[in-house]
């Protein structure tokens, strides 16, 4: 089993930034992929950002060039930054570690974005 504990949600205003992190324990190694994904209400959830244990990343399109994940293996964390949050960026963010068909969810951290 894989643990993972999201931090770092809250609520800014438009055009603000925020840093999301992700700590992973238990039966952890650097070979997962990694991603976050969001949930608004009413909306199915969705990948925002990945990141391969190589560290190659991939993102969505509403987010390319604001988005920013990242991850250290050694302290086996891995962080999203957020600029230039939009309202629109309001959803529930999930970290997610996969491998092959093995997946683990964290269990989310809200963030809020005020027009």
């Known amino acids: 089993q894989v643990q993972l504990v999201e931090s770092g949600g809250g609520l800014v205003q438009a055009g603000g930034s925020l840093r999301l992190s992700c700590a992973a324990s238990g039966s952890f190694s650097s070979l997962y992929r990694m991603a976050w994904y969001r949930q608004a209400p009413g909306k199915q959830r969705e990948l925002v950002a990945r990141?391969?244990?190589?560290?190659?990343?991939n993102y969505a399109d509403s987010v390319k060039g604001r988005f920013t994940i990242s991850r250290d293996n050694a302290k086996n964390t891995v962080d999203l930054q957020m600029n230039s949050l939009k309202p629109e960026d309001t959803a529930v963010y999930y970290c997610?570690?996969?491998?092959?068909?093995?997946?683990?969810w964290g269990q989310g951290t809200q963030v809020t974005v005020s027009s």
């Open positions: 997610n570690a996969d491998r092959t068909i093995v997946t683990f």
């Open positions: 990141i391969t244990s190589v560290g190659t990343t």
